[in-house]
């Protein structure tokens, strides 16, 4: 008989957090007030542990893709597990597809704690810590990564959120440049932001499809619902931004605070400038955080135009 997944509950006042620390450390649902915040989960998708259907979870020791699953480190080359079938690249480090342990909690917190010996999905020995705290209408998440090995290791940290994409769903902020992407998925110029992806004012987001790294992210975006407004904002580091909008039926909206840029490893191999990739020392530890904060809305609901 299959063993029930193992989740947290978190709540304090009206917010509501439910983790799965076995699927990733992934959240499964947060709610506010009764709306959701993320995208809702199906009950399938937590029995079933399919972690690409939940509602978040963290990137760590890199975001985004490793092109072809090669690791390139100084003069060193590694290959990887290719884990996001049918591409040919390795995605989002080995977090999201492991089993996290639960170090601490009480009934508004939690940690998460990973502990990684080197294997064919990275070949260093690293751990890995989320904190997820959760106060009266906001969720607060720290992701920290430890280089373990006796080698410098190369790392970038990110947090994956989906948000629910409605008629009505207007989205705020700013960012600097955005990376072309090539028919494999990697990037291939760095560019000005064209016209369809400027939301320096807030405005709809229903038209808009997209799945590209943003540079000089401002580090805030706020989305505008008819129920309520979110505000999410990112720590120091988090520089840069993915944002995937499929607009094919699945109505949501991710934004992904990362540090580091598609392919980063690859790309600063080649002499690109601020890719966001880290060295860590052996026994150094590099962290970064997100907040989400809720609100009731602002101001009248914006014309969809």
Known sequence: MTEPVKIVQLQNGESRVTLCPEIGAAIAHFTWKGHDILRPVP??????????????????????????????????????????????????????????????????????????????????????????????????????????????????????????????????????????????????????????????????????KVDHCFTGWSRRAI????????QLDASEACRQIVVFVPNDGRNFIALEPVTNINNAFALAANGVPDTGMRMLATNEAFEVSMSITLSGRAAPQKPNA
């Open 223 to 230: 989305l505008d619902y008819p129920t309520h407004r979110m």
């Open 43 to 208: 009950d399938k998708a937590i029995t079933e542990k399919l972690v690409r259907q939940m509602a978040a979870y963290p990137l760590v020791p890199y975001s985004n893709r490793i092109g072809q699953a090669k690791l390139i480190v100084g003069d060193q080359a590694f290959s990887l597990r290719p884990n996001f079938s049918p591409e040919p690249h390795a995605i989002h480090g080995f977090g999201w597809q492991r089993a996290w342990q639960v170090d601490k909690r009480n009934a508004d917190s939690a940690e998460l704690h990973l502990k990684h010996d080197p294997d064919i999905d990275w070949p260093f020995a690293c751990e890995a810590t989320q904190v997820a705290r959760l106060s009266a209408n906001a969720l607060h998440l720290s992701l920290t990564v430890k280089n373990n090995d006796k080698r410098a290791m190369p790392a970038g940290l990110g947090f994956h959120p989906f948000f629910p994409l409605t008629p009505d769903t207007h989205l705020q902020t700013e960012w600097r440049g955005m990376w072309q992407m090539g028919g494999d998925s990697l990037p291939t110029a760095l560019g000005a932001v064209p016209m369809e992806a400027d939301f320096s004012q807030l405005r709809p987001v229903t038209s808009w």
